[in-house]
């Protein structure tokens, strides 16, 4: 059983912890950290997306972030950030490789395999520069079944107008693009 502490509005530990299943029953809030792989290929810059397993009880076989994930109990973003891109996607990072987009505070309710899912989440956002190609990863299986280079304009409009399966927020999106622009002075589209 996964247990994850329970946060503040800012992503504090309130000193009380959580199982997985009951704060996603319950919609109590806990924090996750997500993180977009980004690289430049012929001047333009490409975002890659992880296909969901199709096994998953949430958005099975959508396109997802490239790495993302729930920060256990006792754990803080950075740390958590770096385990789930070695665990998921194989890829060894270091804190200083991660930049920080900024936090996203939201609450969202589904029902999955038909029971309700609320998810209240505090989400650290990070981008990552890594040129590798796709079958360079190595990709955990019952998480993971591909990964994908987009360019991140073709990306912005493919999920504003679904025209790939997906879990992204186009807000998460625009967080990463005001990123680029402000931090690492790269010309990127305005998405709000």
């Not at 059983?1 to 309130?14: F, K, N, S, Y």
């Not at 809030?29 to 969901?52: E, F, N, S």
């Not at 693009?177 to 931090?183: K, L, S, Y």
Request: with cysteine; glycine share 6%; proline share 5%.
């Amino acid at each position: 059983m996964e247990i994850l502490d329970v946060v503040d509005a800012q992503g504090r530990p309130t000193g009380e912890t959580v199982a997985r299943e009951d704060a996603h029953r319950l919609g109590i809030r806990h924090r996750t950290a997500h993180v977009w792989i980004l690289r430049r290929r012929d001047g333009r810059v490409q975002v890659l997306l992880q296909k969901r397993s199709p096994e998953k009880d949430a958005y099975p076989g959508c396109y997802d972030i490239s790495s993302a994930g729930h920060i256990p109990a006792g754990v803080d973003f950075v740390p958590s950030a770096l385990r789930e891109l070695q665990e998921e996607l194989g890829v060894e990072a270091r804190a200083e490789d991660l930049i920080l987009c900024g936090q996203r505070v939201f609450q969202l309710e589904q029902v999955f395999d038909g029971r309700p899912f609320r998810d209240n989440q505090v989400s650290n956002v990070y981008l990552l520069w890594l040129d590798r190609e796709p079958e360079d990863f190595t990709l955990q299986e019952e998480e993971v079944t591909e990964v994908r280079w987009f360019e991140f304009e073709a990306c912005v409009e493919a999920v504003k107008t679904k025209q790939i399966p997906n879990c992204i927020f186009p807000e998460e999106l625009a967080m990463v693009a005001r990123t680029f622009r402000t931090h690492c002075n790269l010309e990127t589209p305005a998405i709000e």
